[in-house]
């Protein structure tokens, strides 16, 4: 299958603060990109769509002032928790989706808000 | 909310074969059946995928009821790194790769 990168794997940060998770296409163009988020002993929700070069479609109940997406590159996908609070606390997966709709997940970015 | 349904877990032996069942009576004509596992704190794994025939790929085969409205994944000879979390999906049409997740059925293999 294809490479999908996250970075970080793993961040803690401060209430009130701003994460940046990034996610790598790294074998091939992700023309879109899925964001998920899943909550301990919970199942994976999508938060939003984005294709290259639009503004991110956000799911009902999913923020997106405070959830800003940005697809600006095939290969590259930003997700940005602004003034994050520990109801943030996430795994955070990306899923990259090619042209011939074949569709990938990222190993995921543990958020703990403290 | 999840357009399948499938048992909350199942327990199979090493080498033994594994049948995971879904049951997706909503399912549209243009809809695909997706299965992807998901180990602890990873993200999910790509298993399968099919529309109306049996597929077989190497980790697994889909068998797909001549309705449609059920599929069975069969996993040949599980081994410990099958453990995980299996999910059956159904996507298709203008919503294709809006993937919407059930609990899925945890899969625990015993050696």
């Known amino acids: 299958g294809a490479v999908v990168s996250q970075h970080p794997s793993w961040v803690i940060c401060k209430s009130g603060t701003s994460v940046k998770i990034e996610c790598r296409s790294l074998d091939f163009q992700a023309t879109t990109m899925f964001w998920y988020r899943q909550f301990p002993k919970q199942s994976l929700m999508l938060m939003a769509t984005s294709n290259e070069g639009s503004k991110a479609t956000y799911e009902q109940g999913v923020e997106k002032d405070k959830f800003l997406i940005n697809h600006a590159s095939l290969t590259l996908s930003t997700l940005t928790v602004t003034s994050a609070h520990p109801e943030d606390s996430s795994f955070y997966i990306c899923?990259?989706?090619?042209?011939?709709?074949?569709?990938?997940f990222g190993p995921g970015t543990r958020l703990t808000v403290t | 909310d999840a357009k399948t349904t499938q048992p909350n877990s199942m327990e199979s032996n090493e080498e033994e074969p594994v049948h995971l069942p879904c049951n997706h009576s909503?399912?549209?004509?243009?809809?695909?059946i997706h299965w992807y596992r998901q180990l602890p704190s990873q993200g999910p794994e790509y298993v399968i995928h099919g529309l109306t025939s049996n597929v077989n790929n190497r980790m697994a085969s889909l068998a797909i009821a001549e309705d449609r409205k059920s599929s069975t994944l069969i996993l040949h000879r599980a081994t410990l790194r099958d453990a995980a979390v299996y999910y059956c999906i159904q996507s298709g049409g203008t919503s294709y790769g809006k993937l919407t997740f059930g609990q899925g059925t945890i899969l625990t293999v015993h050696p």
């Open positions: 899923s990259p989706q090619g042209s011939r709709y074949e569709q990938y």
């Open positions: 909503t399912i549209s004509g243009t809809d695909y």
